[in-house]
Each structure stands twice: as structure tokens, then as C-alpha cells.
């Protein structure tokens, strides 16, 4: 028997179809615009659009709103209020080149011995002469960071950290490692007889979220500089220096260009308010000076320093090479301004070394974990104190963050464009004379940076 479909059925049928259309192009979006300042004239036109300003900062043009409007993009620039946007984009950025296999507890007291890093840069110099970072306030814009690790408790300002990514608090990730809080302790793990010490023990550390899992968006991390690059007068983080230990690699003539044109904004922003931007030049072995339509944010954002890596190759077996340039990093002397220690995993082999910890007792492990940098990390079950050994730009980036700290404490007033220079001034010059490509103006000297 054949069915009967009655009209009515075919109109039930298609007012179903069309209803599931509209509710599929019904899907609230987020954007990033940008504009020369951003005023309320601006916001109308967003609102004129059908869309919400979420986020806005007027001195660096940049704003983030939500919207349900599929044409909203094109609506919002009709006017010509706003310069250009972009749907927000989720972006893998830079990891560590190797994952952190190898961890150490707070049983193993303190590990000075396996620091090769503080060594590389002359820290003991610049404490010496009395320069902690004391005073001086660094932005982290990463993942989680675990704040109340026992080398890392008391070092943040916790009424001043803060998340960009929704649901989630400054002081969460996920994993035991947490990329955030190894590179926080590079920069200021307390000088208290456990564990590791900072390059700037002294500083003080402003957790601000971008990631999650290593994952984060475009709108995250410019509302996590522009934040950071605020003074607490005004509601802000208050930093002297932002640390951006990430990065990704986008062709310029993609959809990511608006993205890209309102991180270089936000990054100069921070410029101009007197804040040192410090990004890893990152880990893909990249010639930036040659690298054709493709373009490696942070690193080449705006008016901000990019750092490149080094690391040794046997260091557990006496090797002193710290300023070998690593396997991994980014170069390029039109990006690179200077070299910090990020640690490498090249020595061939399995074979274990031992070296001892402080005031007694061994620590031993693989020879080439040995070449990586130990700092402070979530570590696993109910510990607060826990540590691993990780490589990559995003290791040698907190370096330089923490010099850059030993030299404003040393120079108080001193000026941004000053203190660009007295990084490059007091560092090493590594390879050729002069600038070079993987090392830039040279390797970070903190006992220079601090007493030049």
C-alpha cells in the first residue's frame, strides 16, 4: 500500500528544515576588532551590528565582542569605525620541545647542582652584587600556575593574577607538569633553601592565564597583555615585564591576519606604557629571516624582544658548553635581540649520570635529561612541591625576563628603550662579532645587566 503525504506535511515538513538552517547559522561567535582608539563610537557600531563588546581597550584599539549576526564582520566595518577583525581563532602555541619525563620531589632537598642555567647567566654575579628583582613585578601569560608550591609561595600576587579563559581559574591546568609554573620558577622560585632558586628569587610574579592544555585564543592572549600592561591604579596587573613563553607560526596572507595585526597592537601598547614584552622566538629551527610568507607571533609582534635558546650537550659529564646554540630554536638577526638558556636533548645514549644535591644526598636520572632545565612544576598527587626538567625557547624566554628584572631593580627609572639596550649592551657576544643570528646582540649577562 502506497503512503499519502499530505501537503501539510510537506510544509510541517520543510518549516522543520528551515527552522534547523536558522538555528544552525544562529551560533554566537567571538571577534577581535581593531580600530586607531577605541571609544564608544566604536562600540555602537558593534551593537549596530548585532554583536556585544566583551572586552575593550581604548589606547591600543582593540577590542573583543560576541555576536549571533553571521555577516556581522562585514556590518561592523561598513561604517568604518572599525579599522578591521577576525573571528577569534583557538591556537595551539609553543611547547616544550620535550615533555617533562623526568620529575623530582621535595624529598631530594635542593638541586643548585643541576641548575646549569643560573650558571650559564652569571645569576650568582648579580646576586652578589645585591640585585634579587626585588621590587620588580613579571607578568607570566601562560597556562596554570600553581601558586602555592613551596618555591613559588609568597612570590605571586594573587589579588593580581587572573584568567582569560572562561571557566577556568589563573591557578588550574591540566597534567602534572603545568608549562606556567616551570617558567615562573625560572623567573622568581624563592631563594629558601628547597628545591630551585629563580634567576630573580626577589620579583615579584603576576599569574595571568592565556592556555589551557597548551591551547588558548588570539582574544585571551591580547586582553592577557593589555591587562598585565596596565598599572593596578587603573585596574591592571601592574607589570614591569611580560613573559610570553609561546608562540605559533601563520602565513601573513591567511585569515589570521587581523589576529595577528591586533597582537602587534596590544604588544605595542605595552611598549609604549614602558613594559618590556619578552616572547620565545620559539622551537621549529626556523632561519626568520627567510621564512617567506610566514610569520611567528609573539616573536615578531610589534615592538617586544624575542629570545632564542641554547643549551649543553652532556652536562652531567662535564660538559660546560651552555652556549651552544640548541637543536630546536628559531634565529634570525632580524628578530632574535638576545639568547637565554632553554636546555637541549641531544646527547645520544640512555646512559645514567648522578650528581649531588645540596646539602647532601644524589640526584640521578638519564645524562641527557641532565642538559634540560629544572624548575618548579604542578607535579603529580598531593605534593605542593614538586619539579621537572623541560627544553625549548619557552625555557630560555624566563631567562631574560628575570634579567630584565635584576636590571630594573638596579636601575630604577630607567627607561624602556634603556633597558633594551642594557640588555643588549651587557650581554655576551656569542658566534660572529656583532650581531648574529642565533644569538642577536648576544647571551644574557645578569651580573652585567645588573652592575653596568
Known amino acids: 500500500m502506497r503512503k499519502v503525504v499530505t501537503a501539510g506535511v510537506i510544509a510541517a515538513a520543510l518549516a522543520a528544515a528551515v527552522h534547523v538552517r536558522i538555528a544552525a547559522q544562529a551560533e554566537t561567535k567571538t571577534y577581535v576588532l581593531s580600530a586607531g582608539r577605541w571609544s564608544a563610537a566604536q562600540t555602537a557600531a558593534v551593537e549596530a551590528a548585532g554583536g556585544t563588546v566583551t572586552f575593550s581597550h581604548e589606547g591600543a584599539g582593540v577590542a573583543v565582542a560576541t555576536s549571533l549576526n553571521p555577516n556581522f564582520l562585514a556590518e561592523v566595518a561598513a561604517g568604518g569605525l572599525v579599522a578591521q577583525g577576525a573571528e577569534d581563532m583557538m591556537v595551539e602555541w609553543v611547547a616544550p620541545t620535550t615533555s617533562p619525563e623526568e620529575l623530582v620531589t621535595q624529598s631530594d632537598e635542593t638541586f643548585a647542582n643541576a641548575m646549569w642555567n643560573t650558571t650559564a647567566v652569571d645569576a650568582q654575579g648579580a646576586w652578589s652584587a645585591g640585585c634579587t628583582g626585588q621590587g ?11 601558586n602555592t608550591h613551596v618555591d613559588l609561595n609568597g612570590s605571586v600576587d594573587v589579588a593580581r593574577s587572573i584568567s582569560f579563559v572562561p571557566g577556568q581559574p589563573f591557578n588550574a591546568d591540566t597534567g602534572t607538569f ?49 591587562y598585565a600592561a596596565t598599572p593596578i591604579a587603573e585596574g591592571g596587573g601592574g607589570a614591569d ?39 620565545a622566538a620559539a622551537n621549529n629551527a626556523l632561519d626568520l629571516d627567510h621564512s617567506g610568507p610566514y610569520t611567528t607571533v609573539p616573536a615578531e609582534s610589534g615592538s617586544g624582544i624575542a629570545v632564542s635558546a641554547t643549551g649543553p650537550v652532556g652536562f652531567a659529564l662535564g660538559a660546560t658548553n651552555f652556549r651552544r646554540p640548541a637543536s630546536y630554536t628559531n634565529y634570525g638577526n632580524s628578530v632574535v635581540w638576545v639568547a637565554g638558556p632553554g636546555g637541549d636533548f641531544v646527547l645520544p645514549g640512555n646512559a645514567v649520570c648522578t650528581l649531588p644535591r645540596v646539602p647532601s644526598g644524589t640526584i640521578t636520572t638519564s645524562c641527557w635529561v641532565f642538559d634540560l632545565v629544572l624548575s618548579t612544576s604542578r607535579g603529580s598527587g598531593a605534593s605542593i612541591s614538586s619539579y621537572s626538567w623541560a627544553a625549548g625557547t619557552s625555557m630560555a624566554a624566563p631567562a631574560v625576563s628575570a634579567v630584565a628584572a635584576l636590571a630594573r ?15 643588549a649592551a651587557s650581554a655576551d657576544d656569542e658566534g660572529k662579532i656583532g650581531n648574529d643570528p642565533y644569538y642577536g646582540k648576544g647571551f644574557v649577562n645578569a651580573r652585567r645587566a645588573c652592575t653596568q
Open 409 to 423: 631593580q638596579s636601575h630604577p627609572g630607567i627607561s624602556l628603550g634603556a633597558l633594551k639596550a642594557l640588555l
Open 136 to 146: 620588580v613585578r613579571v607578568a607570566i601569560l601562560d597556562g596554570g600556575l600553581h
Open 241 to 279: 615585564v611580560i613573559n610570553m613563553s609561546l608562540g605559533a607560526t601563520f602565513s601573513k596572507q591567511g585569515g589570521a591576519g587581523p589576529l595577528i595585526g591586533a597582537l602587534a597592537k596590544a604588544v605595542n601598547y605595552a611598549d609604549r606604557t614602558g613594559v618590556l614584552v619578552v616572547s
Open 178 to 226: 603545568w608549562h606556567g609554573t616551570h617558567v615562573a620558577g625560572i623567573v622568581a622560585a624563592r631563594d629558601n633553601g628547597i628545591g630551585t632558586v629563580g634567576i630573580a628569587p626577589g620579583a615579584t610574579i603576576v599569574g595571568v592565564k592565556v592556555l589551557h592544555g597548551g591551547s588558548g585564543s588570539f582574544a585571551a592572549v591580547i586582553q592577557g597583555i593589555l
